[in-house]
């Protein structure tokens, strides 16, 4: 399939922007701003980039609103100039990057027991299982090695890419993006009792997936002990991530790579997590927190806040505080230790002892 053209102004149009230039010119593909050449348009999101606009040999550029029409030593440009560079290099290249289309056929090598129902242009690759009482909405698409365990519901325009797994009785919404290799509703990780006495806690509720999520690559969300794990509408999972029995991931949150939720924890709406994020069981997050990467979390958040911290996390101006002294540690301590001593070899001069200046060996 040949790719698309489309003039500057018909871009500026599609994103609701403004042509700085020639709005004429054609754009054929949307690259890095390191590797445009001509044909191509690309986008400056960061001032940190700016270094390499000399350089650049793309056809357009998008850019904001705060970047001048003339920089020092750089030619004049085409620019595409929108309030939000990033958002609208993203509808640009969903424009130039159409999805592929699928048949709607069942392959013959896919187990589908005869009480599943699927939906209009349902695409079963070869080697797919959907299990009894399985209903597949219209439109959705099952890569190889998909597997449907019994009573499970998957909604309109999804896409289930290969070795997903979902079992018994989890639902997903419409329009979910499951990437390869996630697990929906494995057992959660409970158990009674100590030792050789240890017993296993069965896991019967479900995990329901609302519409419009996307999870990435090799992430695992398990089945509730009793009721619901759930992932609310929009929000997005990387890769690697382990989200435990009864966790509620609220509307728009967005959670990144490496990252764990203990069980029964409430994620609220529009939350970022950063990479590697370790929460601990039965807390809440409020709406909009962000925790920074690594951070330990021990406490429910509040609504708004910023954490960040490796060990545990404090509020984030603080942590900031310790880590640009962190470097210094050694250094300060030891002018201190220097100082102290300084300090007591002019007290015994003096024949004056020094209050409260006494130490043990080893005190910091």
């Not at 090598?109 to 070869?126: K, N």
């Not at 619901?228 to 990387?238: E, V």
């Not at 505080?321 to 201190?336: G, I």
């Amino acid at each position: 399939m040949s790719a698309p053209r489309r003039t500057l102004s018909e871009l500026a149009e599609h994103v609701g922007g403004s042509v700085v230039g020639d709005g004429g010119v054609e754009i054929q593909r949307v690259a890095s701003i390191e590797e445009a050449g001509a044909g191509d348009i690309t986008f400056l999101a960061h001032p940190r980039y700016r270094a390499h606009l000399a350089a650049c040999q793309a056809s357009a550029i998008i850019v904001g609103p705060d970047l001048p029409e003339e920089l020092p030593g750089v030619s004049r440009r085409n620019f595409l100039r929108v309030r939000q560079p990033y958002t609208a290099f993203a509808e640009i290249l969903n424009l130039f990057s159409p999805q592929p289309q699928y048949d709607g056929r069942v392959s013959p090598q896919a187990s589908i027991d005869p009480s599943a129902v699927l939906g209009d242009d349902v695409t079963v690759f070869p080697y797919v299982y959907v299990g009894k009482g399985v209903k597949v909405g219209r439109g959705t698409v099952l890569f190889p090695g998909v597997f449907l365990g019994d009573g499970v519901e998957v909604g309109e325009e999804c896409r289930l890419h290969p070795q997903v797994t979902v079992r018994e009785g989890c639902r997903v919404g419409n329009r979910v993006i499951l990437h390869a290799g996630v697990v929906i509703g494995s057992d959660g990780f409970g158990y009674a009792g100590e030792g050789r006495e240890r017993m296993k806690i069965p896991q019967v509720g479900i995990v329901e997936i609302e519409d419009d999520v996307e999870i990435g690559a090799n992430t695992t969300i398990d089945r509730a002990t009793l009721g619901r794990t759930i992932i609310r509408r929009g929000a997005k999972i990387d890769n690697l991530v382990q989200i435990a029995h009864n966790v509620v991931v609220g509307e728009d949150s967005i959670i990144a790579a490496q990252t764990g939720i203990a069980g029964s924890t409430r994620i609220g709406r529009e939350v970022i997590l950063a990479g590697q994020v370790g929460v601990v069981n039965h807390i809440e997050i409020g709406d909009r927190a962000r925790i920074g990467p690594k951070s330990g979390i021990p406490r429910s958040v509040p609504p708004g806040a910023l954490l960040s911290g490796a060990v545990a996390a404090a509020p984030h101006h603080e942590w900031i505080k310790v880590m640009t002294l962190l470097p210094n540690l050694a250094k300060l301590w030891s002018d201190v230790r220097r100082l102290e001593r300084k300090v007591a070899e002019l007290a015994r001069r003096s024949g004056k002892g020094v209050k409260g200046h006494a130490r043990r060996k080893g005190d910091l």
